[in-house]
């Protein structure tokens, strides 16, 4: 009796010990904490979550500081994998920091444009060209649809348009012939 | 002089069905029925980026002007069908499963059928580059179905020959038939079209591979090859399996060489075009005609099943029309039973990829019966002829495990269909496949977008960071400056002084002197 | 949503494999009732409903459409199955129990149709083994076929003492586990064991009538040359080399191959595409696993026959041997 508690301290020091000394041997340098959850992060940079940028908010997931269901532009399928990436229970966007809206673009009315370059310098991503006094627009490829220069326009020419569904990017759709209810 | 065939795994015997529309000559279209209404030509036909449209409404257009320039290199141009005036360019609905539309092309035939003033290609003087050009402008592309531009394969390359061009006449789906009755009808522009390209890719052999279902096609061939006496054309006759008219199973049965997924083929030493497409580069380079039709065939839920030559953007209805189509007739599949597409509409137009217009019916196509689980009895797997598992991505797709599904090598899926034509639990695996494979390119598409985005924002960060720091030294040089002038200014300061002073001493004095006098 | 390529599909079901799995049951249930009477019929009978109601109770409650499913006769495999491995003087409710726990526990928890891995009748078998090890090893002796001696084993009060007999491989490790009686294998069959009664009177048979069937569904390509090759060629390879090494301590191959459960086991569950390995070489070695394991546990295990053991060790092993085994995609073969 005795001799099997002892043979089980034993080998729990001994596990305990090599363990121990495996965290300290194959510490993992760095934080590839934040590298994942930055991946997974759509990079709007567009700041709804209360972060300036995406990284700062996946540094602040990463502390435990923020939740994971703040993104609206990653929607249900970025919390989802958020939710696996940390072994947590995926939960629906928190509603304060916006609704999942369709991907869109932004597009510059060009009669409306007055050329104040306010919109350039919002951009996060450098995506809308032009100069002081002249027609600035949006280069629809890389803008990634933060909304960001809608705010500072001040004549209002900036709207957000719809991704419209083309031939090229048209998703085949998960089969449905499933015989899953007896009613059906 | 039989040749050393080899074999592909897999691979399955569907009926055939394709004596129905062997029995009549290949019509022209606009011999035989009232011109169209219009034509509505997409811009864009091929793999590739889409052609940007080079005509406005209300222009006028001759048969053969290009109306679409090609975007790039990956790209191909696209011509007008014939003469009349362009109704509109705009989005219409296209010949595709999706019921998208994209931007199209609209001609209002004049009836003259009027051809713009075209010229043989000199393509014998020219350098490959300029020959690679005249047919991407030719508007040349691959018709077997997979309309991938044809200038971008007409290429010997690394080592600077093939070693094996492969002309692909096996033409494995059920129904259809273009092939069969234009190698029939017309094997002198085949062969020519081969010993073309035999030419440009500088290749040692040419092997013509028909399935030899086809013996009146294979017998006619060779015929042609003899009264043309052209040199280094083989033709052989292939065992009759589906799919063994796929690039990848053709090239394996006459070479031996299995070209894998993502690879070239040209790497190998081998490369694969159609006998339709062997035919549209002899008229284009020995004519200057640039593509502008294609044969294909009308079959299934049809009276009168047989075979046209159809010009781009005509309405798939009219040409069913001089078939008639039976009352209980539900859709029109473009390409044949195994891997053809459900249109959206009847009246969408011929495009480059409509070898056949397939007439279905409920009674002629069932709808599939209900999907059962899988039990992994290995059917698939025996059918498959790319050696695949396709259960195994099945349940990856279906589960959208996508990382374990691309391990599985899905990309190697030619979605053939043999699976899912055996498979007993009568699960649609091929849409489990397309499905998978749709989400993996768009998920790939998001990520490179995050990614340029990310590096967009980094360096943008950077570049605030990097300003800042330059108006601070800036700033700090002007300070500097400022200071500088300050104490010059100090210093002139003084000396200002000191002229004001001796100013006001030089006045004192006058005024001492004026006051003593 | 409307159906896309292909249009058109062979014209196989799921429903005509398993019917003709069952059907190549049927010469070895006939020639099982040869020699030990009517019984098995009553068995099978019985296995049929309680897996047929079993399933449907199961796909009610998992809002699954009953009549597909009930239609598709994997139940009516598995019952079978389970018939044709018990005893059939077994009580009812042993087989009957062991019938829903096959179909409810084993099929239906992990998912139903497709979706098990473990073989369900191979379970019901082990479990009833180990639970009832008396019952399961009381066989009727060979030639008693009286239909009312049985009805009332199967139904009734069980004095059933006359009734049964050592099955050959009972009798063999018997003998042999036995020191002081100093038995040999030839000492314990006699020695002029001749055809007939190789495997014991009777069981060659029956084996006989699962190889006839199981030839048939390789005919029929419903099941692939390689497990019954591999399993049978292993098993008489080891009985082979063991016994040429030792005559006395190890029964011959010629034995091993047509005695208990081997031809079964051989065509008819190693052959199981939803528990077994599905690569071509994965076949291979999943049915020599299963025969070599099955010769271990014949000649030093505690249990009379080790197909369902065997059987169930190597369904463990199936997704790694699958992993491992993935033939080489078309035009990666070099690589």
């Known amino acids: 009796m005795i001799s099997a508690l002892l043979v089980m301290a034993l080998g729990a020091v001994i596990l305990g010990a090599a363990l121990g000394y495996a965290a300290v041997r194959f510490r993992v340098e760095g934080d590839p904490l934040v590298e994942k959850i930055d991946g997974i992060l759509p990079q709007t940079q567009c700041g709804q979550c209360g972060f300036p940028g995406c990284r700062p908010y996946a540094e602040a997931i990463a502390r435990g500081e923020a939740d ?64 002081a006094k002249q027609m600035h627009t949006v280069i629809a490829t890389q803008c990634t649809g933060c909304e960001l220069c809608l705010e500072p326009c001040p004549v209002d020419c900036i709207v957000m348009e719809p991704i419209a569904e083309s031939v090229e990017s048209w998703k085949w759709q998960y089969p449905v012939f499933e015989i899953a209810r007896r009613s059906a | 002089m039989s040749r050393r065939l080899f074999n592909f795994n897999g691979g399955v015997k569907p009926p055939y069905n394709k004596e129905a529309s062997l029995g009549e000559a290949i019509a022209d279209f606009f011999a035989v029925a009232p011109m169209p209404a219009e034509f509505v030509i997409p811009l864009h036909q091929s793999v590739g980026g889409p052609p940007h449209p080079l005509v406005k409404a209300g222009e006028t257009v001759k048969k053969g002007q290009l109306i679409g320039g090609p975007d790039g290199n990956v790209s191909s141009a696209v011509h007008a069908s014939t003469s009349g005036r362009v109704k509109a360019v705009e989005m219409r609905l296209m010949p595709h499963t999706s019921g998208l539309s994209a931007l199209c092309v609209v001609i209002e035939p004049d009836g003259k059928d009027e051809w713009i003033d075209h010229a043989p290609v000199p393509w014998r003087s020219m350098s490959p580059g300029e020959v690679r050009d005249a047919l991407r402008d030719a508007g040349v592309v691959g018709l077997g179905g997979a309309v991938f531009p044809s200038h971008l394969k007409v290429n010997p390359g690394k080592q600077g020959h093939l070693d094996t061009l492969v002309i692909n006449g096996a033409e494995c789906e059920p129904f259809i038939t273009c092939d069969d009755m234009q190698m029939r009808q017309r094997p002198d522009g085949i062969i020519k079209g081969a010993a073309i390209l035999r030419d440009l890719t500088q290749a040692k052999q040419v092997l013509i591979g028909i399935e030899d279902n086809k013996p009146e096609a294979v017998a006619i061939m060779r015929a042609a090859v003899d009264r043309l006496q052209a040199e280094r054309i083989e033709i052989v006759a292939v065992p009759t399996r589906y799919p063994a008219g796929g690039a990848k199973q053709l090239i394996r049965v006459l070479t031996g060489i299995e070209v894998a997924h993502g690879k070239r083929s040209t790497d190998y030493g081998v490369q694969c075009f159609n006998t339709g497409t062997a035919h549209a580069i002899h008229d284009a380079l020995e004519l200057g005609r640039p593509m502008i039709s294609r044969i294909l065939t009308v079959a299934g839920n049809v009276d009168r099943p047989r075979n046209f030559e159809v010009r781009f953007g005509t309405p798939m209805n009219d040409v069913v029309a001089l078939c008639g189509a039976r009352p209980d007739s539900d859709r029109y599949i473009m390409g044949g039973p195994m891997m053809g597409y459900r249109m959206p509409a009847e009246t969408v137009p011929v495009v480059k990829a409509t070898n056949c217009i397939l007439v279905g019916s409920k009674a002629m196509f069932p709808p599939p019966p209900p999907e059962m689980p899988c039990i992994r009895c290995g059917e698939c797997a025996k059918a498959c002829p790319s050696d695949l598992a396709p259960f195994e991505l099945f349940w990856f797709s279906r589960a959208k495990i996508f990382g374990k599904a691309q391990e599985y090598h899905l990309f190697d899926c030619i979605e053939c269909g043999c699976c899912a034509y055996v498979c007993p639990a009568n699960i649609p695996l091929v849409d489990y496949y397309r499905f998978a494979k749709s989400e993996i390119w768009a998920r790939e598409n998001e990520k490179s977008a995050a990614d340029t985005a990310r590096e967009r924002y980094e360096f943008r960060l950077a570049r605030e960071e990097r300003d800042k720091a330059e108006k601070a030294t800036r700033l700090a040089a002007k300070a500097a400056e400022t200071k500088a002038k300050l104490a010059e200014q100090q210093a002139g300061s003084d000396a200002k002084k000191d002229l004001i002073a001796a100013a006001a001493a030089r006045v004192a004095d006058a005024e001492n002197k004026t006051n003593a006098s | 949503m409307q159906a896309n390529s292909p ?42 409903i309680a897996a047929l109601a079993g399933e449907a109770l199961i796909l009610s409650l998992r809002d699954k459409p009953v009549a597909i499913f009930l239609s598709d006769g994997s139940a009516l495999v598995t019952a079978w199955l389970i018939a044709l491995t018990f005893p059939p003087i077994a009580p009812w409710w042993l087989t009957v129990t062991a019938t829903l726990i096959a179909i409810i526990v084993v099929k239906h928890l992990y998912g139903g149709l497709g979706q098990n891995p473990f073989n369900p009748a191979m379970v019901a078998f082990c479990l009833m083994i180990v639970a009832y090890p008396q019952m399961m090893s009381q066989w009727p002796a060979v030639g008693f076929t009286d239909f009312a001696a049985q009805v009332a084993a199967i139904f009734g009060e069980r004095h059933i003492d006359a009734l049964v007999m050592a099955t050959p491989l009972d009798a063999l490790r018997t003998g042999l586990h036995t020191p002081e009686a100093h038995a040999t294998v030839a000492g314990i069959f006699g020695a002029g064991a001749s055809f007939g009664n190789i495997g014991g009177k009777g069981w060659e048979w029956i084996a006989g009538g699962y190889l006839l069937g199981g030839l048939w569904l390789m005919q029929q390509r419903v099941i692939s040359w390689r497990q019954p090759v591999a399993f049978l060629g292993t098993l008489m390879l080891i009985a082979g080399i063991a016994s040429l090494a030792a005559p006395d301590r190890f029964a011959g191959p010629l034995f091993h191959a047509l005695t208990g459960g081997a031809m079964l086991g051989a065509f008819f569950i190693t052959t199981d595409p939803i528990t077994g390995a599905t690569t071509p070489r994965g076949k291979l070695i999943f049915a020599a696993g299963v025969a070599a394991l099955v010769w ?6 505690a249990y009379p026959d080790g197909i369902a053991f065997a059987t169930l060790l190597m369904n463990i092993c199936v997704p790694l041997i699958d992993m491992a085994t993935q033939p080489p995609v078309f035009g990666h073969k070099e690589d």
């Open chain 1, 68 to 131: 994971i269901n703040q993104c609206p532009p990653g929607g249900e399928e970025g919390i989802k994998k958020l939710a696996d990436l940390l072994g947590r229970e995926a939960k629906p966007l928190s509603g304060e920091h916006g609704i999942e809206k369709a991907k869109s673009v932004a597009v510059i009315v060009e009669n409306l444009c007055i050329g104040c370059t306010l919109c350039i310098q919002a951009c996060p991503v450098d995506a809308i060209v032009g100069a």
């Open chain 3, 7 to 48: 249009f058109f599909r062979r014209n196989v079901s799921i429903q005509g494999v398993m019917l003709k799995v069952l059907a190549a049951l049927l010469p070895a249930i006939a020639v099982y009732v040869w020699f030990f009477g009517t019984a098995i019929l009553i068995q099978i009978a019985l296995t049929s």
């Open chain 3, 296 to 301: 271990i546990i014949r000649t030093f295990g």
